[in-house]
């Protein structure tokens, strides 16, 4: 595995692999030291809490180095081209694991080195959040197969398009958007949309929300007024087995205080997994 810019560079048994080995390694299994003598570049150009720490405890439990970078202290912040940059650290580190604006720069990554890209997030993918929500649901409820996964808010977002991926690789769970007309997602697939929310979690296994307003997005009140009718409440959430947040969570806008409290565990459980898949993620690079 060469790279993971969205989840379509994953076949089906690569991605149901790196879901079940997140899971084990979650219930205990040993990392392996694949990354021992190797070092990675962490290039975020976005804040990030669970996403970053999570990789650089993965490298440092395989073994390996973590040099965290942002933008803002390499010669990019003076406008080096991306493409010479990824040139000049293909000669120093051994993968990549990148978090940028613009998905472009993620491919431009990619074109230019050798060496493994992860996505740790752009403004068009999460696919590292997706395989480690995949691998929360497996652990919690034995299996994400047939399950219905309804998605509540902004589907336009990097994360709900991620879910579109996994559905078109593993095809095998029911995925629906309950969200505004015009936050519909823009990649077609077999996923549903369903405008009115209380019909929308009929029979729902798992209820996903996310903030509004995603990284770098301009704050609209008319688009929160718009989306106040899909925040996550208790009524909503009453048949749900799970109730997800990828986190950081606006409490009292997409989910309420009442239902985050009793879906925490849940949702820590989700952000304790982001360690175990990126172990998982890195065991399974091509590092030759």
Not at 19 to 40: N, Q, S, Y
Not at 114 to 123: E, F
Not at 226 to 242: I, P, Q
Request: hydrophobic residues 40%; contains cysteine; glycine residues 4%.
């Amino acid at each position: 595995m060469r790279k993971i810019i969205t989840l379509f560079d994953l076949s089906k048994r690569e991605l149901e692999y790196l879901i079940k080995r997140a899971v084990e390694l979650f219930k205990g299994d040993t990392p392996t030291k694949k990354l021992k003598e190797k070092i990675g570049l962490i290039y975020f150009e976005k804040p990030s809490t669970r996403t970053r720490i999570s990789f650089e405890v993965a490298v440092i439990k395989l073994g390996g180095t973590a040099i965290y970078s942002t933008d803002k202290d390499t010669q990019i912040l003076r406008g080096e081209d991306r493409a010479d940059f990824a040139r000049v650290l293909d000669g120093y580190v051994d993968f990549f694991i990148c978090r940028v604006y613009d998905h472009k720069s993620l491919e431009i990554f990619s074109e230019s080195t050798k060496k493994p890209v992860i996505n740790a997030l752009s403004n068009l993918s999460h696919p590292t959040q997706i395989i480690s929500d995949l691998a929360t649901i497996q652990l919690l409820l034995g299996r994400y197969e047939g399950k219905k996964i309804v998605f509540m808010g902004d589907a336009k977002n990097n994360v709900a398009r991620s879910w579109i991926e996994a559905l078109e690789v593993l095809g095998n769970f029911e995925l629906v958007f309950s969200c505004p007309e015009g936050f519909e997602p823009e990649l077609k697939s077999i996923y549903k949309v369903e405008y009115d929310p209380s019909e929308a979690v009929k029979d729902a296994d798992i209820i996903y929300t996310d903030v509004w307003f995603s990284m770098g997005d301009e704050f609209s009140p008319e688009k929160e007024e718009k989306m106040k009718k899909y925040a996550v409440d208790s009524e909503k959430a009453k048949y749900a087995k799970l109730v997800m947040h990828c986190l950081p969570a606006k409490k009292g806008k997409e989910i309420s205080y009442d239902v985050f409290e009793k879906f925490k565990d849940v949702i820590f459980t989700q952000a304790h997994m982001k360690l175990y898949s990126a172990i998982s993620i890195l065991e399974s690079i091509d590092l030759e």
